[in-house]
DNA sequence: TTGTAAGCGTTATCAC
DNA sequence: GTGATAACGCTTACAA
């Protein structure tokens, strides 16, 4: 059945109409306990539910089709101990390598995983090198969307953070530097990873003397909950407060939000991902068969270039009497882009 | 280490200690062969993209924690051959059941799977008896939705359908019957289930004679699309149109879209997949215990009751002059429920 | 309480 | 080109 070549056309064809009447179907447990691999690849991913995630799922999906490999996906849950027993799970399935998804688990921890496995990380920076590690340049990420809301004549802009969320320590350490770079004041409050998040970090901006006219939100959802918390108060974006996100899924892209957002290539992102894997199999494939002393490639990081997109929701702030931004007045100006209209 | 009841406790722990030491992980894959069973549950997903089923899988894995089942993830994108393929593994993989999300399996293949593994088949109504199947009422789902429109004062009301997506044919059937029993004509354009797919159909809407004062959407994604597509048409939610969503993802309750939306009980819906599929395999193995002929109960079909969650895309229609609606005039009356502020 | 051997369904090796 | 046989790493039943 597995295309030996020492087999007679005629026979091949009986047993595979035989096999096909009685419904056989090969025990894959008894073939790679027989075969010692597995083709398997494991997919870890942080949070199913945010598109995010999601769509870098769907990139190694996509890079995997046709490379007779078996994809499998645990999901974490946003919980790190779920996902030590997601790896705890994958590691006794003898998966070849897994791709760890904005996974939470601390240097040490991947370390130890690496060890067993190949591992290639993906979109948790400030990870150490001991892994194969697939990330955007999250320094020039927030570089890029401090640097719009600068040009754009904005002073006081804040961040509302990731929490202790994947890549939020990156993210405010960015924004900091970038703050810096520009002699302004960073300011930071807390958010976390879901809308919801935004909405006390909003409240709390509001109730302060120093409001300020921009918002660099941790990501899509954080900037859809603040954007929400913002009309919640009465105000308006852009026209009142300016807001900026980072990832771009489709979330941004939708009229209605219309979120000016720093991109992530999340296909291409998931893409490097399964060749990364694979290439470390290939590279495990020849050492073994060379028995020469080969010895792996040393840890690969990718960093992929962030790219801004703007859209509706960024444009100058709004001109005061006051050094600081209060309550709307009537001596507004429009704001250029205009506000959650066709553009 | 399997926790035998006959085995001295210091030895235990001497064994366990060296286990530790030397990294010993059981094979998985030996241990399902010898015990001829896997404790593995196989999910297969639509679309993992669609924040819907994403919410239907974290159900299923809320339900399955503590059940020392592996629930493995496979993504069926959307394409229906890579399902058949999906399934294929599961099946040599040895699940003992598998959970269909949103299947785009017909018939046919559904009664052959479900001959060979227990079948829990969650969202794809219009499915045969010859599964377990959850599903939501969807003549209900619907009729609320022309309800809420009808109530409003709506009789031109269109529905944008999923084209050939799961569901799509009981929305269509179930939008005919709602508009037929209030004796209205109802009008469908084709959809699908991206809001991509919406722009096409509003641009043709818009462009004939009979404008629509009201619009169905086959699901939250085309709800979404079909507001961006009308306001870059220049018409304004709920003002010139009225549009009602299914599902009720979290898209729908971001406050800038504010999507009047049936709602789908989603997590509910993966809790009791899990556990009906846990049932069934308690079933098996009473079945199996007793060799008396104990036979498995029939499938059951659990629908479960929807409820409409009103927000702010859906008002009353504009009072024309004309039978019809047309482009915007001076007669306007501003819509009862503020379009776009907060409430 | 411990040790031993058979068997799970497949692949791989090696005679024929 | 074909058929027999020993692994693969674990569980289980039974003997000691």
New interface residues.
């Given amino acids: 059945m597995n295309h030996a070549p020492n087999v007679s056309d005629e026979k091949r064809t009986a047993v595979l109409n035989a096999a096909r009447e009685l419904?056989y179907?090969?025990?894959?447990?008894?073939r790679?306990?027989a075969q010692q691999r597995?083709r398997t690849l494991g997919i870890l991913v942080n949070d199913?539910?945010n598109?995010f995630f999601?769509?870098v799922?769907?990139g190694v999906?996509e890079a995997s089709a046709g490379h007779d490999y078996?994809v499998?996906?645990?999901?974490g849950?946003r919980d790190r101990e779920r996902e030590r027993r997601a790896l705890?799970?994958f590691?006794?399935?003898?998966v070849e390598a897994v791709i760890l998804i904005g996974s939470r688990q601390d240097p040490h921890e991947l370390a130890r995983i690496a060890q067993?496995v190949p591992t290639v990380v993906v979109a948790a920076s400030g990870a150490p090198t001991v892994t194969d590690t697939i990330a955007t340049d999250e320094p020039a990420a927030t570089q890029l969307a401090v640097d719009h809301l600068v040009e754009l004549g904005h002073t006081n802009i804040v961040h509302i953070d990731g929490g202790d969320n994947v890549s939020a320590m990156s993210r405010r350490l960015g924004f900091d530097q970038a703050m810096t770079a520009h002699g302004l004041q960073p300011r930071t409050v807390r958010g976390g990873a879901h809308?919801t998040d935004a909405e006390s970090a909003v409240r709390a901006l509001l109730s302060g003397d120093h409001q300020p006219t921009a918002i660099l939100a941790f990501n899509d959802l954080v900037a859809?909950g603040t954007?929400?918390a913002l009309?919640?108060?009465?105000l308006t974006v852009p026209h009142d407060v300016s807001v900026v996100s980072i990832d771009n899924t489709?979330?941004a892209a939708?009229?209605?939000?219309s979120l000016t957002a720093v991109n992530q290539p999340r296909r291409r992102m998931g893409q490097l991902a399964f060749a990364t894997a694979l290439d470390r199999l290939h590279e495990r494939d020849t050492i073994r068969n060379h028995r020469d002393d080969l010895v792996p490639d040393p840890p690969k990081q990718l960093t992929l270039t962030p790219r801004l997109v703007v859209r509706r929701s960024s444009g100058p702030p709004r001109v005061t009497t006051s050094g600081t931004n209060q309550a709307p007045t009537a001596t507004d100006q429009p704001p250029q882009p205009p506000a959650?209209?066709?553009n």
């Avoid at 590691?91 to 003898?94: A, D, E, I, V």
């Avoid at 009309?231 to 009465?234: H, I, N, Q, R, Y």
């Avoid at 939708?254 to 939000?257: D, G, N």
Wanted: glycine content about 10%; cysteine-free.
């Fill in positions: 419904g179907r090969p025990n894959l447990h008894a790679n306990l597995t199913i539910q598109p999601a769509e799922v769907a999906e078996d499998i996906i645990l999901n849950g705890e799970t590691l006794q399935f003898q067993l809308g859809a954007v929400d009309g919640s108060a009465g489709f979330l939708l009229a209605h939000l959650h209209q066709p």
